[in-house]
């Protein structure tokens, strides 16, 4: 649990919007192999910048960010599992309905030898539909996707070395370049 100043997506150390947010995760440890976690945060996540251009009568403090989610991990021998769905929603001046979207990722690592491992994820982020000016249903972001895949070697805890490739698609849009090799 915590109370930060700051956004959830941008805690810093100066309050941007005279703010808090409150974040709070729980877990719980079923056996040794599994686990379980619920998620929650709230607060506001305007910047003070847009101030002169809200409602009159409203304030940054009157639209909050809120996310919530759940987790589950799975752990046996070498075998290690681990899943996360996330919901935002963002309360939004001069729009209307709040704008929401949902996120998923799945892990699945496997340690073949001391200190070496192989892991594999894949997320993907979709993005509610609000009206347009013409009334037309669209997405407010476009839908993505990502694959990622490596290999990393732990020779100690101040050792790592990593080789890995990240796939990333845009939808519904011209996709731009943004697929990565890292080491």
């Given amino acids: ?3 930060t100043v700051g956004s959830l997506g941008n805690p810093v150390t100066d309050n941007e919007n005279d703010g808090l947010s409150a974040s709070w995760h729980g877990t ?3 056996d040794a192999r599994w686990r379980a976690g619920l998620s929650f945060a709230t ?5 003070r910048d847009v101030k002169s251009s809200l409602p009159v009568g409203k304030d940054l403090k009157d639209y909050y960010q809120t996310n919530y989610g759940f987790d589950l991990d799975y752990s046996y021998g070498n075998v290690i ?3 996360e769905w996330v919901h935002g929603n963002w309360e939004v001046p001069n729009l209307g309905p709040d704008l929401d979207m ?3 990722m799945m ?3 496997y340690k073949f030898k001391p200190g070496w491992r192989f892991a594999i994820r894949g997320e993907r982020l979709f993005f509610e539909e609000v009206a347009n000016s013409s009334g037309q249903n669209t997405e407010w972001d476009f839908d993505r ?3 990622e895949t490596g290999i990393h070697y732990r ?3 101040n050792f790592i070395a990593k080789f890995g490739v990240q796939v990333n698609e845009t939808l519904n849009t011209s996709d731009p370049d943004d697929n990565v090799v890292f080491s």
């Fill in 81 to 83: 599992t681990f899943f």
């Fill in 107 to 109: 892990e699945f690592a």
């Fill in 1 to 3: 649990s915590s109370i």
């Fill in 102 to 104: 949902d996120g998923l």
């Fill in 155 to 157: 020779k100690n805890r």
């Fill in 28 to 30: 719980y440890q079923f």
């Fill in 145 to 147: 996707w990502r694959i």
């Fill in 43 to 47: 607060g506001p996540y305007l910047d």
